[in-house]
């Protein structure tokens, strides 16, 4: 049994270590998808991640908290749509200004909130299966979120290959000349997008600071913005591998630490690497396959539209 | 016609104005569409045509000026509104979305929603119908271009439109491709469909046209009937002026052979591209001569292997006054006195960004000498802009606007006009005329023929067949990555190139559907 003992508590931190990386990823992806790139995913996420804790710490409601989270991402991405979108700046300049406005107006708004506990999220509890030998914790011994992220998931990939809005939203991020001289509102599909991968930011971010470390650090998402946003492209823009790219990625931050709790003596950078290696050589190896990066990857992507007609 | 004169018509503009910063683009337009008519839109680059059918089509709001559909008041805020009161536009510029199935490009185009399944069963159904076979589950960047309009009047179709905008639709399809959609267009104007037809073809619109309404410079001018004018007469109304045809050189000035390609190959590195394969050419000094061939047949390959963007498998392959020079880079190229006007004006053409001064230092500066001391030479490249601007005609408020806020045809003149100037001993044009009006296109071809006079030799790729015709000394066409031998124009006819450029096309298509498999 000691081995079954060592297995299910690195697959409980792997799915907590996974499941931010799920939200900002399948977040950015619908971003993306629409061609627009949000570079910003690192500065929603850490809005979100003091939004949340502020607000269950003076509210007490953990509901509230994660809506608030999403809300204040949301809204982050709504800035950065009226920069980008209507205004028309350089998105990739915008999405880093994104990333430092957020850390710097995290860490102001969560001063007096450093080292103020908090208890992490509930998890699930079903008498009886919560109970059950390995499956029981790893399937029905979750927090909400994490099937919220997998329901999130199983939604998008819906929404974008069966419905009809979903076609759209992919016209619109293949060719928005096209997209607009059909009629579709380019720039306001495009609005909902972003602000759609805000809000996932946010609960990501949510994620991180009632759940998987329930307290407050200055700069705590440390990184995963930039993870996330490797993961797409990892992926090559599709939902499915996002989800399975992520709990990968997840794994890899915890295998560092378990790497090191074995007393296996390799260099944490080294493993903090890995997701972006992973990342480099995808991309090395779709660029050898044109047509499949034709029919995933949102060709506008980046680029500004001018509704000029 | 006189019964007709008296049916209500499908479609009337009055007045139509539309005002842009410092341009009057609609100077209160009229024109009448009858149910069942095919009425063709001409005019130059400029004219307003774009304009005005955008307006139509809701695309634009017009300043000012009505719109009657059927007799009743119309108005189109949006595309939206257009299709479901039966107007439907077939873009020069295909709004089509390269990364999805003709399906999806299709039902993108519909209201409401589809069953993707049915929408296929219904889109095989029309395009088996009409005589415009299409394959529903195909990515659209895998189709040719004939394919990729075809899915724009299929997606039109299955709305049962009454009136069809068509802006210039021929300008991609070869001639036997082009006969086949006029008998779609015919058939679809004798069930009772209007079709507003843009094109610059003359020709075309005299055998397919039953009406032509003229604009010139944003104004309105005149409605005719094509079928009794002459394409010469319809081009001066368009103009304004007398229209004289480009003289041809004198074949006995013919001089030494300046550039050889002695079998000619290139792998193409784009999966969609198109192999050169074994291509056999020589061009004389005084001579002009044409490519011919159907877009994505090699013309993109070989004009790369000949800019030096691709370099060719040896330096032999490609001889320029006896030296080999199938391994220099373009810049080699461009100091030993070759010219290019690559196929792709916005990019390869030039920088859209930068003024047109900067734009004609980057491919002058050496033949022009626009560079003292290693500095650029300010004043000699601004004068060598404007006389560029002044002696083609290219219209813009000024040599330090960006080339991108030109129109396609001025850019097009722009381009043509700073290779020409630098009186090049060989000059590459890729579509000399592309998007350019009948009057500056008159214009062109003189010019290079007055070049050619001077002793350069010319290579022209285009597919404008007139226009080789009009230029040319011998002819080659190109087809999937062959190019036939040359042949005198004298001996040659329409037909016969037509056949050649179109007999493959066929076998391209299989090559595709077996490469996507």
Request: glycine share 10%.
């Amino acid at each position: 049994m000691s081995g079954m003992d060592w297995i299910v508590p690195v697959i409980l931190t792997v799915i907590t270590a996974a499941t931010p990386l799920v939200f900002a990823g399948i977040g950015e992806l619908i971003t993306e998808k629409s061609g627009v790139l949000n570079l910003g995913v690192e500065g929603m996420m850490v809005v979100g991640a003091v939004t949340a804790f502020v607000t269950a710490t003076v509210t007490g409601s953990y509901i509230l908290a994660v809506l608030a989270a999403a809300l204040s991402g949301a809204f982050m991405a709504f800035l950065f749509g009226i920069l980008t979108l209507s205004l028309m700046a350089n998105q990739v300049a915008t999405g880093l200004a994104l990333t430092l406005f957020g850390v710097g107006l995290s860490a102001l708004i969560g001063q007096d909130f450093v080292g103020v506990p908090v208890d992490a999220i509930a998890k699930l509890n079903i008498p009886g299966l919560s109970d059950l030998p390995v499956v029981g914790p790893i399937i029905f011994g979750q927090d909400p979120l994490v099937y919220l992220s997998l329901v999130i998931v199983a939604l998008v990939s819906w929404f974008l290959y069966k419905t009809k809005a979903g076609l759209i939203l992919r016209a619109v991020g293949d060719s928005h000349d096209a997209a607009h001289s059909i009629g579709y509102s380019v720039i306001g599909i495009r609005y909902l997008a972003v602000m759609f991968g805000g809000a996932m930011s946010g609960i990501g971010g949510a994620y991180l600071s009632l759940a998987y470390t329930p307290m407050w650090a200055e700069n705590m998402t440390a990184g995963r913005g930039w993870i996330a946003l490797a993961l797409i492209v990892f992926a090559t823009w599709k939902p499915g591998l996002v989800l399975i790219g992520a709990y990968m990625f997840g794994g890899i931050t915890i295998l560092q630490l378990h790497a090191q709790a074995a007393g296996l003596d390799l260099p944490s950078q080294i493993l903090s690497m890995l997701p972006y290696v992973a990342t480099v050589v995808v991309l090395v190896l779709i660029s050898k396959d044109e047509s499949r990066i034709r029919k995933h990857a949102p060709a506008c992507i980046g680029k500004i539209f001018h509704p000029a007609a | 016609m006189e019964t007709e004169g008296a049916q209500t018509p499908r479609l009337e503009l009055r007045g139509i104005t539309k005002a842009y910063p410092g341009v009057l683009a609609n100077d209160s337009i009229n024109l009448k569409i009858l149910p069942g008519e095919i009425h063709a839109l001409l005019g130059e680059n400029g004219a307003g045509k774009s304009t005005l059918v955008k307006i139509i089509y809701g695309v634009l709001k017009a300043d000012s000026g009505d719109m009657y559909w059927d007799g009743n008041p119309l108005d189109i805020p949006n595309p939206h509104a257009a299709r479901k009161t039966g107007i439907g536009m077939i873009f020069q510029h295909f709004s089509l979305f390269e990364a999805m199935t003709v399906t999806e490009n299709i039902a993108l185009g519909l209201p409401g929603r589809q069953n993707m399944a049915d929408l296929a069963k219904r889109i095989t159904e029309i395009s088996e119908n009409y005589g415009l076979p299409l394959q529903p589950d195909r990515h659209v960047h895998t189709l040719s271009v004939g394919e990729k309009q075809r899915i724009e009047i299929v997606r039109c179709l299955l709305q049962n439109p009454k009136l069809l905008i068509m802006d210039e639709p021929t300008s991609v399809l070869t001639p036997q491709e082009a006969d086949k959609m006029f008998e779609t267009l015919r058939r679809l104007a004798d069930e009772g469909v209007s079709i507003l037809y843009i094109s610059h073809k003359l020709d075309e619109i005299k055998s397919l046209c039953h009406k032509a309404t003229i604009l010139r410079g944003g104004k309105y001018i005149s409605e005719c009937d094509p079928t009794v004018e002459t394409a010469k007469s319809l081009a001066e109304m368009m103009i304004g002026t007398n229209l004289t045809a480009p003289k041809h050189t004198d074949d006995a000035k013919r001089g030494a052979v300046r550039l050889k390609a002695h079998n000619l190959s290139l792998e193409s590195t784009d999966q969609f591209g198109v192999d050169l394969n074994l291509l056999n050419f020589e061009v004389h000094g005084g001579e002009i001569l044409g490519i011919a061939g159907v877009a994505g047949n090699g013309q993109v390959e070989l004009l790369e292997v000949l800019s030096g963007e691709s370099r060719a498998e040896n330096a032999e392959q490609l001889l320029f006054d006896q030296q080999p020079i199938g391994k220099l880079n373009p810049i080699e190229r461009r100091k030993m006195g070759i010219a290019f006007v690559p196929e792709d004006r916005l990019g390869h053409g030039s920088v859209p960004d930068m003024s047109l001064v900067d734009n004609a230092f980057l491919s002058a500066y050496s033949p022009k000498k626009l560079i003292s001391n290693g500095l650029i030479d300010t004043r000699k490249t601004t004068d060598y802009a404007e006389k560029i601007v002044e002696k083609f005609d290219v219209r813009t408020a000024g040599v330090s606007h960006t080339a991108g806020s030109l129109s396609g045809g001025n850019l097009q003149k722009f381009i043509v006009g700073r290779e020409m100037l630098q009186s090049p001993q060989l000059i590459i044009i890729a579509h000399p005329t592309w998007g350019v009006d009948a009057g500056a296109a008159a214009a062109i071809h003189q010019a290079i023929i007055d070049l050619a006079a001077e002793g350069a030799a010319i290579l022209v790729v285009s597919q404008d067949l007139d226009e080789l015709f009009a230029i040319s000394n011998r002819i080659a066409v190109i087809a999937e990555g062959r190019l036939s031998v040359a042949r005198a124009v004298q001996e040659l006819t329409i037909e016969e190139i037509g056949l050649l450029m179109g007999g493959t096309t066929g076998t391209a298509d299989k090559k595709e559907i077996e490469s996507v498999a």
